[in-house]
């Protein structure tokens, strides 16, 4: 269960033992083995801080790597406390070193345990069992393998254009022989010199480096994918990223900069003595304590290692001039817990202000879809178009997931952040009709998809701005054959299916049905009304809508253009008017989908949050103007899952793209500026 306020994924990944990897990034060369075992111990100090749930590794570490057997020993305290635990398709570990034998069978001599008939790894007293049967390493390594084929400017097709060795060849039959590649290794592992002897050419060697790197970082996204883990990057062992990406799918941060963190415990003077002087029951001990596990949701916030911004902040609040001596302390442990504690002490004093101005200076966004990560600097001071005064707000945004917030906040040039007392900040910012009306906004992110924090957030953002409209924007999964993948829903009801449901005998023996019943809350009609008639009453700002959302379209991975031609999607986003079902259930089953349209065939999307949006505003809705918008990411089917694996959720990003670009065309075309009875035009 992941902890509240925690932003890591739950799981380490400890991939810094991985020895293709440490082959591949010159491990062996540049260490000695026992300099390679400290360093491996440093890096699960700190792997142990801050993995919430445990450190995870394959369970073929136990056959590959030979210091793994003394650095268990040594987390004897942390297998006890239930923190380590060896990934595998099965509990048996005998089992799977059989599976092994077959992987590795033309090199009988460099993983000898494997082909021990008595493996000293048969059991392990505490280390647990993470089953791994949901994704697979070897096909996340022909999925990347055959995308560097199919992409123009893949990894093949830059070698094709670029390696001496392949010209006056047929170009393809050269790709026939690189993709039949991995289907002739018969059984054995997808590692690189098993491969090598049936490629169609020799590489050279910076070729075979990207190569061995492509292997590698898809083996590791596997892991990290399915077992909800991050890695420690840039360690005293080298980089050891193989150029992933920093945020996952769910717009996590899956890699932490171990160098940036023992940064940040140098500048207190404590790196030393974690990672030195403290033994596995004081690093046990702190992790637990609510002082450090403060810290981590400083240091990474907003899911961005913060590292610089905090230091810069304490130096200026003077904080590090009056820590406590650590000669004073009775020990390593007491020593670092005080230093702790002052230091959340003096982050308490002067919270939130630090922490959202923090925000408001620096915005980081993670582009997915293509690897890149873009900085946008939004300034905190005065903004170009002034706000016509503090407490006046035409329009505000209520988005529930940081995914969400990230592309939302793309089309904000400049915005200014208010704390609130109770939870997340607002963001205030203007934006322009074409005909020169300034719009005074304000946005607010949930944080999570719940009705109820989603309630919260609304009341707070209502209560502080009082603004004349408010609209929830996000993605949801459709519910009707005709509302396709980017495709615009405007909820005319939001129906909370789950409100007064109940249980009754199902006819099926020791089974249970539920009986729904729901709590509707609607829009405001004249919002409905515009965004139905907005092809017709604007073509101009229509059209342009949809060619942007095309274009975005058209910049897209090949497998996200191919999941949008096959749903219908690839021809540009429509918009619909109709019943949204809003309830706490992801929607991922054929099934469930049948079940929620019994209920009511008018049904267009499933999403989480918008129903306590809605309730939230059903006392003063004859006062506030009120809509959600929802872009569609997925069919709420069983292909939700694989799609966003294959897509690495850039359709996520598209859907939500659509809809923060349709609630602009319709500021832009003052809508949102208008009154119930107003037919005045902006």
């Not at 790709?175 to 991995?182: F, K, Y």
Request: aromatic share 10%; hydrophobic share 40%; charged share 25%.
């Amino acid at each position: 269960m992941r902890e509240t306020g925690y932003q890591l994924p739950p799981y380490l990944f400890v991939q810094y033992l991985n020895p293709e990897l440490t082959n591949l990034y010159g491990v062996s060369h540049a260490f000695r083995a026992e300099k390679i075992y400290n360093h491996a111990e440093r890096l699960t100090r700190y792997a142990v801080l801050f993995a919430n749930e445990g450190i995870v590794f394959p369970h073929s570490y136990l056959g590959e790597v030979p210091v793994l057997d003394q650095l268990l020993k040594h987390l004897a305290p942390v297998r006890a406390a239930g923190l380590v635990f060896g990934a595998g398709p099965t509990a048996s570990i005998g089992e799977y070193f059989q599976e092994k034998r077959t992987e590795y069978r033309d090199e009988p001599g460099l993983f000898p345990n494997y082909f021990s008939p008595q493996s000293k790894y048969a059991h392990i007293d505490g280390l647990l069992w993470y089953p791994r049967f949901k994704r697979s390493a070897s096909r996340y390594i022909k999925q990347a393998w055959k995308e560097g084929l199919v992409s123009p400017k893949g990894h093949w097709q830059h070698i094709l254009e670029n390696n001496p060795a392949v010209r006056n060849k047929l170009p393809s039959q050269l790709e026939s022989a690189i993709s039949q590649a991995p289907t002739k290794l018969n059984g054995r592992a997808f590692i690189y010199r098993y491969v090598e002897p049936h490629l169609p050419f020799v590489l050279q060697s910076g070729e075979k480096a990207a190569t061995e790197t492509i292997i590698s970082k898809a083996y590791l996204q596997s892991y990290l994918d399915e077992c909800e883990a991050f890695l420690l990057i840039d360690t005293p062992l080298g980089k050891l990223d193989c150029d992933l990406p920093s945020h996952n799918a769910r717009g996590e941060l899956q890699l932490l900069s171990w160098r940036r963190i023992g940064d940040f415990f140098d500048a207190l003077e404590l790196r030393q003595i974690i990672e030195s002087n403290l033994s596995w029951i004081d690093i046990l001990a702190l992790r637990a304590i609510p002082n450090f596990k403060h810290l981590v949701q400083a240091l990474v916030r907003d899911n961005v290692l913060r590292v610089p911004q905090l230091l810069n902040a304490l130096i200026d609040k003077g904080c590090l001039d009056t820590l406590p001596s650590l000669r004073a302390s009775s020990s390593p442990y007491h020593a670092v817990v005080d230093r702790l504690c002052r230091v959340d002490e003096a982050t308490e004093r002067f919270h939130p202000q630090l922490w959202d101005n923090l925000m408001s200076h620096e915005f980081e966004i993670a582009q997915r879809g293509n690897e890149r990560t873009k900085i946008m600097q939004v300034k905190s001071t005065q903004l170009e178009t002034p706000i016509k005064d503090r407490n006046h707000v035409d329009l505000a945004v209520i988005i529930a997931l940081k995914e969400e917030f990230r592309i939302f906040m793309r089309s904000i040039n400049e915005m200014k952040s208010f704390p609130h007392p109770k939870g997340k900040s607002h963001f205030r910012f203007t934006k322009e009709t074409q005909s020169g009306v300034v719009v005074n906004c304000v946005a607010a992110m949930v944080g999570q998809l719940s009705s109820s924090k989603a309630a919260i957030v609304t009341e707070r953002v209502y209560d502080e701005w009082k603004p004349s409209t408010i609209v929830n924007i996000g993605i949801a999964g459709s519910l009707d054959s005709e509302v396709l993948l980017g495709h615009v829903v405007a909820a005319s009801v939001v129906d909370m299916y789950l409100e007064r449901a109940k249980v009754v005998p199902s006819v099926n023996v020791d089974e249970l049905d539920w009986k729904l019943s729901g709590e509707p809350y609607r829009s405001t009609q004249f919002l409905l009304d515009a965004a139905d008639e907005f092809e017709f009453e604007h073509p101009d700002r229509f059209k342009s809508w949809c060619e942007n959302c095309k274009l975005r379209i058209s910049e897209s991975d090949v497998k996200t253009r191919r999941c949008l031609d096959e749903s219908g999607g690839i021809d540009g986003p429509q918009i619909h008017v109709g019943h949204i079902a809003s309830g706490p259930a992801v929607g991922a089953a054929e099934s469930f989908k049948q079940f929620l349209r019994n209920k009511d065939r008018c049904y267009l999307a499933l999403e989480m949050e918008s129903g306590g949006v809605l309730m939230a505003l059903n006392d003063v809705r004859n006062v506030v103007n009120i809509l959600a918008i929802k872009g569609i990411s997925d069919p709420a089917d069983e292909r939700k899952e694989s799609m966003d694996l294959s897509t690495k959720g850039e359709i996520r990003q598209i859907a939500m793209l659509a809809a923060t670009n349709f609630l602009w065309a319709m500021v832009d075309a003052g809508i949102m500026l208008k009154t119930r009875g107003d037919d005045n035009e902006y």
